[in-house]
């Protein structure tokens, strides 16, 4: 899989006049990069492809969970307690029908594994609290940027999702015991930019053209179907003003 970095520099091999022009900084080709794969990559997904796949879920190994009242995430009143998690959730990718997670699992301290926990709406659930026998099913549910789960005795568990945003360190390695990797210094101060980048084999070529033309359409006003020997050889026309 390759690194965001080694995008950006394909992106700027395409076409001389965006290999040699420093208007255009690499944090604006990443962002256009990562725009374009969201878009693609929801596709996909919308399609049911990628589910299966390792190269675009981020796994959180460890997300830390604690008690509060069922009334923090609904107008429900009952002294009943759920578990939510510590931080805020990055932003995860939306399907047409769902989010794109992978699975939800429960860890466990001893043996590093763990149940998988069944997705719910927060209403569904409610429902599910009206009837005389609840079945003992550990659900999760996602709500204001937090991951519920309807057992408020765990203390963690394992997330796997496809984000669209970088997952931060306080997230990524936790320090709470629980059976998580260990992680080197080199890998907690990595640069985004040479981290492996979510993005399918397959895909790769289809960003990097729908990213170059935006480029160049929008800093040259060049037309996104002039091909790349037209472009190679042009000085640009027009550079937009501040």
């Not at 057992?151 to 999702?161: C, D, E, Q, S």
């Not at 390695?173 to 101060?189: A, F, K, V």
Request: proline share 5%.
């Amino acid at each position: 899989m390759a690194t965001l970095r080694k995008l950006v520099s394909d992106v700027r091999s395409v076409h001389k006049i965006l290999s040699t022009d420093s208007l255009i900084t690499d944090r604006a080709i990443a962002s256009e990069i990562r725009n374009n794969s969201l878009l693609l990559i929801k596709r996909e997904t919308n399609l049911r492809k990628l589910w299966a796949t390792d190269t675009l879920f981020t796994t959180i190994p460890c997300l830390e969970m604690m008690e509060v009242p069922i009334s923090e995430c609904c107008n429900y009143v009952d002294d009943c307690t759920i578990a939510r998690t510590k931080f805020k959730l990055p932003r995860i990718s939306e399907g047409n029908y769902q989010y794109v997670i992978q699975g939800v699992y429960s860890i466990n301290a001893m043996s590093g594994k763990g149940k998988k926990l069944k997705e719910i709406s927060i209403n569904r659930y409610l429902n599910l609290l009206k009837l005389p026998v609840i079945k003992k099913e550990e659900y999760f549910w996602i709500t204001n940027g937090y991951l519920y789960v309807n057992n408020p005795l765990l203390k963690a568990i394992r997330f796997v999702a496809f984000f669209e945003e970088d997952v931060t360190n306080d997230i990524m390695y936790p320090e709470c015991g629980c059976g998580s990797p260990q992680y080197t210094n080199d890998e907690i101060c990595k640069n985004p930019l040479d981290k492996e980048f979510a993005l399918p084999g397959y895909l790769e070529q289809q960003v990097l053209q729908l990213t170059s033309q935006k480029l160049l359409s929008t800093y040259f006003n060049l037309k996104s179907d002039i091909s790349a020997e037209g472009i190679d050889g042009q000085a640009p026309n027009s550079k937009p003003t501040n």
